[in-house]
Structure formats: C-alpha cells, structure tokens
C-alpha cells in the first residue's frame, strides 16, 4: 500500500489536521423581559418581589412589625418590600467608609430608618411644612435633608414610630408610597410650573393626573429597576431631562401649539446614559397615554435578569429611537404621534435662585440650604415666615433648594431676611450655590466617605477663598456634586466638577478621598446640550485637599478661559496636566 493510500495520510506523507470542531449556535440567554421570555424569575430579587406583592408590607408594618420590633421583620421585606413605602435601614454609626465593601449588609444596617417622603413636584403647604417638621422632632431626631428629586428625607426613625408618622402625613396629604423600590418614583416637575411668566406650558395638570391615576397601581408596581419621571414647561430646562427614564419637555408646535417634546432612556449611575428624543410631540391631552405606553414597555421589555441592566436605558440602547417610539405607538398607543420640534435652546438661571416675579404679580424667592440639609426647626420657622408674609406655598427643586412662592411685592426684603435667620441663603456665594451633596457615609450603607458636612466646608472656604478675584472671579455657575460612593445620587458626570468617593492610598496610608470628573453638564443657559464629564487619569484627591484643589483648578481656568469659554469647554480641551 502506497502512502497516499493509507489512512490518515496524504500523499506527501503529513498528517492531515484535524477537521475544526463545529460548535452548534449558542443559544441566547433570556434577559427576563416578560413579553418575550415569559415572567418566570430569574434571581432573588424577581423572586422576592413575585412571592407576593410588595405594596401589600404595608399592612406587615402598621400590624406586625411595629408592634414586634426591628428583630420581627421577615429579610425580605426588610430588604427588598420596605422600599415600596420609601424605607431603607441606614448605616451603622462607625464603620469606616474602607469598610463598606468588606461587610455584609446585616453587619452594616442598624436599627434605624431613612424614611422618604414623596413630594411630585416638591409642592407643600404650610400645614404639610409643619407637619413634617413636628415629625422630624419627635421621631427623626431633628433631621430632614432635601434631595434632587425634589423629596425629604428623614433619618434615625424607629419602626415603632413608623403608623404614627404615616398618619400623620396621611391626614395632610402627603405619602410615601413608591419613594423608592422597582416602582414609578416621585416625579420630577419645574418648581415654578404655573407662576412662571415665560412658561411654554404648565405640566401641573399632567403630573396630577399620573398622580391620581397611577400612583399605587399594582399594575406597575414591579418594574425591572426604578422609573423615573421629569416634567417641565420652563424655558430654563429645569428637570434634567436627559437623565431621567422618561421627560416631557415644553415645546410649541408650529400648528398644534404648545405641547412636550419626549424624551426617554436617560440614567446615570455606573453606566451613564443621556436621554433620548423620540421625535415626537406629545399634546397636553396626550401625555398621560404616551406616559403610560411607556412605563408599560419598561415593565413588559425591560430587562430583569441582571439587575446592574435592568434600567430602561439598556433597552434603548438596544432599540434606538426609532423602534422605541415604533413599538410605542403600534403595541401601547394604538396611534401615531405626530412629529414634533426640539426645545428651544435653555434661558435663564434653572436652580430658580433669587428674587422673581410670577405672572400674577407677586414674587417668588429661591433659597439655598446648605448642601440640601435641613431640620424639624428649620421647616417649622419657615412655615411660620410663610405665614406673616401670606403665603401658603413652598415648593423644592432638584438642585436642593427651596422656592417661598406668592410673597407680594413690599414684603419681598422681610422674606429674604427671614430665610436668612433660618440658614436659607438667597444670596448664596457661587460655590455655595451650585454644590450638591448626597447624603454619604453619616447615613447611607453604600458610601465610603463622608460628603455633607465636607461639601459644606468645602464651598464655604472656597467662596471665602476666591473673593479677591473680584469681578474677575467665577460669576458664572461652576457646578460641584459630592458623592459618597460611584452611584452618582447627585450627578457626578453632569457637572462642571464632580467628585466620586472613594478610599486613596496617600504615602502608604489609606484616608477618604475622590476620583474626578470634569466638564459634565445639562442643557442650561449658555450650553445648549448635555455631555458627560472626563475623568481626570490617575488624579486621586484626598478630602483634606479638596478646598486646595479646586481652588488651583478654578484659577487655572480662570487665567486660561478664552473670551467667553465656559469651565466645560476648558475642562474638555485643557491638557491633562493643567487638571491635576
């Protein structure tokens, strides 16, 4: 037999390789979108929230545990139910942020309570001000913090003081159902929806109508994630709209007149994502419809099988515009949108500091607490400001500030002056302005550095700091977010200097310190689109070198800003040395 002949051989006598194996197609993994994989869990979490439905904890609370005590609560609810009605456990005093990633989350929880208060729209009256106040005495030991959407914060409430504190806010029309959990959170709305003289358009109806017809909805109360909604008509582009799942922005239609732009897909966390436009233009009558059509795809085609995906920009990353408002209009609406334009570019101050006329005459005055912190005394002292001047409206922003509305025009100076003595700065310093805060490691089980108390430092010096510059200095907003953790709750990629804690090593010694972010931003005056900051390689700040930093950082910009060149532009075209 000739080589050629044998088996196995060629006829130069090589062995052939082998035939490449043919692996069959894998098949893809279901993401747990119920309209296409069926609703069958697919970790604990979707486990948990289908074992029965999360709102009914409620009746758990009032029954079993407040009576029963911390040590009565089944896990599931403590972890998972418990956010429908706005609670979380806060963190354990005196564990270091270094500490935050080693432990468990029973070893960091104590036995106490955050407790949001929802406020759609961030709208309160003097009654609601000193009821919560009274609340914040008597059960949360003075604490009260304002965040950035618009809600309150309590802090060490104990479950037992839990059926007196929802009575009490119950009876004066406040609630705290869905402030947090996979559920549609508080929305977003301009602060100044129905007062302001250039309005497009007043979203109030439209809020209160989701309000009224979908708050508590068992129907969407298991979501992939967290859904949330902004909402304005104001020229100043208020409500971060392209960072929310969902915002209808007031535009005027050349024919159909004023009406929303929509937008959808926007979040931040670990994986910023901006918003998107659809295209379409939403009328007044509308918008409760399309509102709904789209949390409804959310809760049929988001995805839940991997919770850090789970967010409604996952999917419109996957889907683009085109198909989203596709799948919008032929499966939810039934109908076509018609098309529609984009908002005019943003005018004017959208943090709604200072004094303002309304269009009826009177005058609104925002003011800024300190890094959003409030407390029981505080609330009740403007309640009672609010009542010498006549005013029965106080309303929040997502910037952290508070607006006292309908203060006639010659009693605007004692308005001013009473926010004053109340720690409520109307004439705020630049720094002190435009610096947010989340609540950080006093609190929160997630963070590793301290923020609050840090950030007020911080913008205090600075502003003290940078008064020589005179009309040189920085007159044009330079926003600045702290952040405990890489969870960006107030925004780190968004602003002109965002700041994510972490845990440095300086000199062989691990102390708090913070990643930068630079030349982020929202549409605002001045910027006509939103864009993400540029993290700084390798810069690593301590917390003790904050103030120092960004002072150096604001000089620099300062000596090298080109004609009307904004922090933004600089930050994105400096070199990386110039940032350090």
């Known amino acids: 037999m000739s080589t050629a002949d044998r088996p196995g051989t060629t006829g130069t006598g090589t062995r052939p390789q082998p035939a490449e194996r043919v692996r069959p197609p894998r098949k893809a993994r279901p993401n747990g979108q119920w309209a296409v994989d069926g609703t069958t869990p697919l970790n604990e979490n979707e486990a948990v929230k289908q074992q029965g439905p999360p709102l009914e904890v409620r009746e758990r609370i009032l029954s079993t545990y407040a009576t029963g005590g911390f040590e009565s609560i089944d896990p599931d609810d403590l972890h998972s139910r418990f956010r429908w009605w706005g609670l979380y456990t806060q963190r354990r005093q005196g564990i270091d942020g270094g500490r935050t990633a080693q432990l468990d989350i029973s070893e960091l929880e104590d036995h106490y309570f955050l407790q949001r208060i929802r406020l759609d729209g961030g709208s309160l009256n003097r009654e609601q001000l000193r009821t919560i106040g009274g609340i914040s005495n008597d059960f949360a030991r003075g604490t009260a913090d304002l965040t950035d959407r618009q809600n309150i914060q309590l802090h060490w409430v104990e479950i037992a003081s839990v059926p007196e504190m929802w009575r009490r806010l119950e009876s004066v029309g406040l609630t ?49 994630r967290k859904f949330k909604t902004a909402l304005t008509g104001s020229p100043t582009l208020d409500v971060l709209h392209e960072i929310n799942d969902i915002a209808l922005v007031g535009v005027r239609h050349p024919k159909l007149g004023p009406g929303y732009d929509l937008w959808v897909g926007g979040a931040l966390s670990t994986a910023p994502r901006l918003g998107q436009r659809l295209g379409a233009f939403v009328s007044q009558e509308d918008a409760l419809d399309v509102w709904h059509g789209v949390i409804r795809i959310f809760r049929d085609y988001g995805y839940r099988r991997l919770r850090n995906k789970a967010r409604l920009k996952f999917l419109m990353a996957e889907w683009g515009p085109q198909r989203f408002r596709q799948v919008l209009q032929e499966e939810y609406l039934g109908r076509t949108l018609p098309d529609g334009p984009p908002p005019e570019p943003p005018r004017g101050d959208s943090d709604h500091i200072g004094v303002h006329e309304q269009k009826d005459g009177l005058f609104w005055v925002g003011a800024k607490p300190p890094v959003g912190r409030l407390s029981g005394d505080v609330l009740l002292g403007l309640a009672d400001l609010a009542g010498r001047l006549g005013s029965d409206r106080v309303r929040t922003t997502p910037s952290q500030n508070l607006l006292l509305l309908d203060v006639p025009p010659e009693r605007v100076p004692e308005a001013v002056s009473g926010l ?161």
């Open 420 to 580: 004053r003595e109340l720690g409520l700065e109307a004439q705020p310093g630049v720094f002190q302005r435009h610096t947010m805060a989340c609540t950080g490691l006093e609190f929160c089980k997630f963070a590793i550095v301290e923020t609050k108390r840090l950030a007020e430092r911080v913008t205090a010096e600075l502003d003290q700091r940078l008064a020589d510059l005179g009309e040189a200095g920085p007159d044009r907003r330079i926003t600045l977010t702290v952040n405990g953790c890489p969870n960006s709750c107030v925004r780190i990629q968004t602003a002109d200097i965002g700041l994510k804690g972490q845990i440095i090593t300086v000199d062989g010694e691990q102390v708090p310190g913070f990643q930068v972010h630079l030349g982020g931003g929202l549409a605002t005056a001045g910027r006509s689109e939103a864009g993400l900051g540029r993290t700084v390689r390798g810069l690593k700040v301590p917390a003790s070198d904050l103030t120092d930093y960004i002072e150096r950082l604001v000089r620099r910009y300062l000596a090298q800003r080109e004609d009307e060149e904004s922090f933004s532009q600089w930050a994105h075209r400096a070199d990386q040395e110039e940032l350090q």
């Open 176 to 224: 705290t159902i869905e402030g947090c959990g996979d559920t549609p959170r508080g929305f977003l709305v301009s602060p100044v929806a129905g007062i302001a003289k250039d309005e497009v358009i007043d979203p109030t109806p439209v809020a209160q109508a989701i309000r009224d017809t979908y708050l508590g909805d068992p129907e969407l109360a298991n979501l992939p």
